[in-house]
């Protein structure tokens, strides 16, 4: 009688938790994983030297990650579909805590590798079933909002988080960073179990409903538009540091200070972003993209000066993820029985999009056609994004 007592005494605490509380503990799950993910490349030299491999070869850790985010993020929405999505988050917030600790006391190259697979793995679960339950959490007219705010942590992430971790790798060796990350996470787990109540709509699915998302064409033309549109960012991105000390004449420790103005922009539209779809998802995704290809074809110019680079890192953040919050609202509008696994999908996408943009801006860096290339080529991408959204808009006026 007094566990009953005890649980219902705890559950009604959480009740009373005011919702952005519960929205920011979710949100930290996103610091850990903008963290790991990003500051992966800031400590790249050491653990390279460390585990006695060339940084090319280094890089293979980070590819890792990320194909562990393509991997996991529909095969644990899928197998979680049952579950309670706290309980899910719970669990996927304890994985992050598990292979990021182990990341840190890797002996060796392969079993480093091998972890930051797995480290990569509970990424987009993570993030689409916190939207999930963040969106629950509100009233559906404030939804976009809320899956903004569950995003605010990947974005701060890039402001705090990463170069945080990046000095402690720098300065305590590139374990510590690992260390910070796993910091992060627990304490995540933490404030999800007494911060996050259980929301009566987010508790669970099913497997059918889960895989009904795939055969939903809107749902493939959406994650379209974002694997072609978001691929101009790391078209740039993979290759900042060279572009800047190269283009603009920056000395290479500048280099984090002028990516904190990427950070900031990404911070400022996921949360302009997040009440612009409020009030016209489809218009927010359209003016988005259209006006992304402008801003990289204006960085081809801007990467020529610090402060204008500064300026042009700033709206890259910004006008990408203004559009997140609505494409993720659509993805999950047109999967209502399957909405984690949509929400999921969103960032296997926008990974493919890393991959996308990355392989082209080396391609053309490879050619010899200098360092205004990358941008210049990734430019078309938001335009090849906004004509699959321009389809899917199409089919979806048509039905």
Do not use: C
């Amino acid at each position: 009688m007094s566990a009953v007592l005890e649980h219902t005494t705890a559950d009604t605490r959480r009740r009373s938790v005011p919702t952005g509380v519960s929205l920011a503990a979710l949100s930290l799950g996103g610091l850990a994983i903008g963290t790991t993910e990003f500051a992966s490349m800031g400590v790249l030299p050491g653990f390279a030297a460390d585990l006695g491999v060339s940084v090319p070869t280094a890089g293979v850790a980070i590819s890792a990650y990320a194909l562990g985010v393509v991997v996991g993020a529909p095969l644990i929405a899928i197998a979680g579909a049952r579950w309670a999505r706290k309980k899910l988050i719970v669990a996927l917030a304890t994985a992050l805590v598990v292979f990021n600790g182990l990341s840190a006391l890797a002996p060796a190259f392969l079993p480093f590798v091998a972890l930051r697979f797995l480290a990569g793995l509970p990424h987009g679960a993570y993030f689409g079933t916190a939207a999930v339950l963040g969106a629950a959490l509100v009233e559906p007219a404030r939804r976009a909002r809320a899956l903004a705010a569950v995003m605010l942590g990947l974005t701060i992430a890039n402001i705090v988080g990463v170069p945080a971790a990046t000095w402690l790798g720098e300065t305590f060796g590139w374990r510590s960073a690992y260390v910070a990350v796993t910091v992060i996470a627990l304490i995540t787990v933490l404030a999800v179990i007494f911060l996050v109540p259980n929301a009566a709509s987010a508790q669970g699915g099913s497997v059918r409903g889960e895989l009904t998302a795939l055969t939903r064409p809107q749902v493939w033309l959406t994650l379209g538009a974002i694997s072609a549109g978001f691929g101009g960012l790391f078209a740039v991105y993979s290759y900042i540091s060279p572009i800047l000390t190269n283009q603009a004449g920056v000395d290479a420790g500048t280099v984090p200070l002028l990516l904190g103005a990427l950070g900031v922009g990404m911070t400022v539209g996921n949360v302009v972003g997040g009440r612009l779809a409020e009030r016209a998802p489809r218009t927010t995704i359209a003016v988005a993209l259209a006006v992304y290809a402008v801003v990289l074809l204006a960085f081809v110019f801007a990467a020529h000066h610090a402060v204008t680079a500064a300026i042009g890192l700033f709206l890259l953040g910004f006008v990408g993820l203004s559009a997140g919050p609505a494409l993720m609202g659509r993805l999950m509008d047109f999967a209502a029985d399957g909405p984690s696994l949509a929400a999921a999908s969103f960032h296997s996408a926008f990974n493919i999009a890393n991959a996308i943009g990355a392989a082209l801006g080396g391609a053309v860096l490879a050619a010899g056609l200098g360092y205004d290339a990358p941008a210049l080529v990734g430019a078309v991408l938001p335009l090849l994004g906004l004509v699959v959204f321009g389809v899917s808009v199409a089919l979806e006026r048509r039905a």
